[in-house]
């Protein structure tokens, strides 16, 4: 299984570029990186995606090293309402794959 | 479109009373999963269907639980007996095909079992 490991918690100054890393060493080839958020109670929500190439969109950058055994998520602007845990997962074709855990909870202040 | 739906948003039950939690995945969508989240575990994977079949419930803790895919537009995940310990968030998500799909998640249920 793809499990991955995130640091439990971080803090960004409001305005600053949030860098949050995963480890997933035990990716295998044919797993996306995958990475969601969730504000408050609310379902987790989807942000960006990759494989193997870094990946940007209207909400975060994505870079993935070479080896594929960990990847950076980017705010480059964190705003307050960036405040969430934010969780990295590996997701491949089966279930058995299918692994959030704790995520990291980044505190955006003022 | 409405986005995962899921009912109630909050129950309140007894310990040994019958809870079932309801789930209406997005129209066209053909995987759908449910997840436990509690502050210890964060959040697990309980089963995954697709195109309504049960492809993986190794997540499901006990035979207390049992969760049901009649049609593509509806499923059902049950607690009976319930206990104290069951008392978590649950989310039900879907994906278009698969668990290698980026998945949409519901506004969740709130389960207090007292």
């Known amino acids: 299984d793809a499990k991955t490991t995130q640091p439990p918690s971080m803090d960004c100054a409001e305005g600053r570029a949030a860098n949050l890393p995963c480890n997933h060493s035990t990716i295998s080839g044919n797993e996306y990186v995958y990475w969601y958020r969730q504000i408050h109670s609310q379902g987790p929500q989807y942000i960006i995606h990759?494989?193997?190439n870094n990946e940007t969109n209207e909400m975060a950058s994505l870079i993935i090293t070479e080896d594929r055994k960990s990847s950076t998520l980017i705010l480059p602007h964190a705003t307050l309402r960036d405040t969430a845990v934010y969780y990295c997962t590996a997701l491949g074709f089966g279930a058995n794959n299918l692994f959030f855990g704790t995520g990291t909870r980044l505190t955006v202040i003022p | 479109d409405a986005g995962v739906i899921q009912s109630p948003r909050h129950e309140v039950t007894e310990m040994g009373q019958e809870v079932t939690l309801r789930c209406k995945p997005i129209s066209g969508h053909n995987s759908l999963f449910w997840y436990r989240q509690t502050m210890m575990r964060g959040l697990e994977l309980l089963i995954y269907f697709n195109n309504n079949v049960p492809i993986d419930d190794s997540g499901m803790p006990e035979d207390r639980f049992s969760a049901k895919m009649p049609n593509a537009s509806f499923s059902t995940l049950k607690i009976q007996p319930s206990e104290p310990r069951d008392s978590a968030v649950y989310f039900c998500?879907?994906?278009?095909?698969?668990?290698?799909?980026?998945?949409?998640f519901g506004p969740g249920t709130r389960l207090l079992v007292l």
């Open positions: 998500a879907s994906s278009q095909q698969g668990a290698g799909e980026t998945q949409y």
């Open positions: 990759g494989l193997k």
